[in-house]
Structure formats: C-alpha cells, structure tokens
C-alpha cells in the first residue's frame, strides 16, 4: 500500500512540476554535475518539465492510464514547444506563399493647387487672371502586381511547405513520446 502511494506520488510530480523544479530534485538524488550545471539554462531538456496549473494540494491523485497520459499531453513544456513550433512553421509557409499570390495596393491623394498661366505661354487673353485657383484635386489608383513566374518565391514556398511537414512530423513524435513515458511511469507506479 506504501510503494503504491509514493509511484503515485512521484507520477503526480513528474506530470505537475514545472522544469525547474525537477532539476532540483535531480540534484537531491545525487544527479553528476553536468546535469545540475545545466539547471537554469537553456540547455535543459523541455521533456523534463510542465507547466504547472491549478492549486498544489497535499493529497494523493488517483489516476487511471488515460487521465494520466491526458495530463502528460496537456502540461508536457517540450510538447507544448512543439506545438508551438509547428504553428510557427505553418506561419512561415502563409507568408512564403502570400510571395506568389497578387498584391493590390492603393493610394489616394488630395491637394489644393494654384496654377500661373504665364507658365503655361497664356499671357495673351485680355482678362484672363495670370493666377488660377485654388482649387482641390482629389486622385485615388488601385494597383494591381501579380509575378507571373517567380522561381525564387516557388523554391521558398515549396521549402516552407516540406519545413511545416517536418515539423508536424516533430509534433506526432513528441507526442508519442510523452505517452509513452507517461505510460511508463503510471505502470511502473502501480507495480510498485
């Protein structure tokens, strides 16, 4: 009954506890001094943290396989980095292709003018005014660009398009990874 308490107990911290503190609990068990100089600096590995949520609370979790690898899922920092890499990948590839779609731009513009007809050679008709205006002009174009055969825009998207692949590939990857420690764990915390 003991054993039974203290896997769940560590289950419960190994999902919960943010990156930082399970570095320190490395260091209590007598981790080598590569992997306590490490705590605190991005080499850590994201794996071996969570993003806490919720209140601590001094009881115990009684947790099934599911709810234990659905916390795993949800908290895992490096699970969650991987997700975000993914949209960020995905990001990448809309601009890349927005380089191949047509670009409209506008522009307006209003002025108020004053015009010399001396400028223009009109000096010779009797009670014409030398100076015409003010006046306003108001001019408004749409502009219409479409590149018709951009090689470097087709390497880019078809580069980024592969880059978002991979990384959804990285994503189902860490995802089974996290399953299948917190599997792991969770069985290895009932046989004891």
Same mark, same amino acid.
Request: glycine share 8%; charged share 20%; proline share 5%.
């Given at each position: 009954?003991?054993?039974?308490?203290?896997?769940?107990?560590?289950?419960?911290?190994?999902?919960?506890?943010?990156?930082?503190? &399970?570095?320190? %609990? =490395?260091?209590?068990? *007598?981790?080598? @001094?590569?992997?306590?100089?490490?705590?605190?600096?991005?080499?850590? !590995?994201?794996?071996?943290?969570?993003?806490?949520?919720?209140?601590?609370?001094?009881?115990?979790?009684?947790?099934?396989?599911?709810?234990?690898?659905?916390?795993?899922?949800?908290?895992?920092?490096?699970?969650?980095?991987?997700?975000?890499?993914?949209?960020?990948?995905?990001?990448?590839?809309?601009?890349?292709?927005?380089?191949?779609?047509?670009?409209?731009?506008?522009?307006?513009?209003?002025?108020? &003018?004053?015009? %010399? =007809?001396?400028?223009? *050679?009109?000096? @010779?008709?009797?009670?014409?005014?030398?100076?015409?205006?003010?006046? !306003?002009?108001?001019?408004?174009?749409?502009?219409?660009?479409?590149?018709?055969?951009?090689?470097?825009?087709?390497?880019?998207?078809?580069?980024?398009?592969?880059?978002?692949?991979?990384?959804?590939?990285?994503?189902?990857?860490?995802?089974?990874?996290?399953?299948?420690?917190?599997?792991?764990?969770?069985?290895?915390?009932?046989?004891?």
């Amino acid at each position: 009954m003991k054993s039974s308490w203290l896997g769940a107990t560590i289950l419960t911290l190994c999902l919960c506890i943010p990156a930082g503190a &399970q570095v320190a %609990s =490395l260091e209590d068990q *007598g981790a080598s @001094s590569s992997q306590t100089s490490m705590a605190g600096t991005r080499g850590q !590995n994201p794996f071996l943290g969570g993003v806490p949520s919720g209140e601590a609370t001094p009881s115990v979790l009684q947790l099934t396989l599911k709810e234990a690898i659905d916390r795993g899922l949800k908290y895992n920092l490096g699970l969650l980095l991987s997700e975000q890499g993914t949209r960020e990948a995905r990001g990448a590839r809309t601009r890349a292709l927005s380089d191949l779609l047509p670009k409209v731009t506008w522009q307006t513009s209003e002025t108020r &003018q004053q015009l %010399s =007809l001396q400028a223009f *050679g009109l000096t @010779s008709f009797p009670g014409l005014p030398t100076i015409v205006g003010p006046f !306003n002009v108001f001019d408004t174009r749409a502009y219409l660009s479409q590149p018709i055969l951009d090689f470097h825009a087709i390497r880019n998207t078809r580069a980024e398009s592969e880059k978002q692949k991979a990384a959804e590939y990285s994503y189902r990857d860490s995802r089974d990874l996290v399953v299948l420690v917190c599997a792991y764990l969770y069985f290895g915390a009932v046989a004891d």
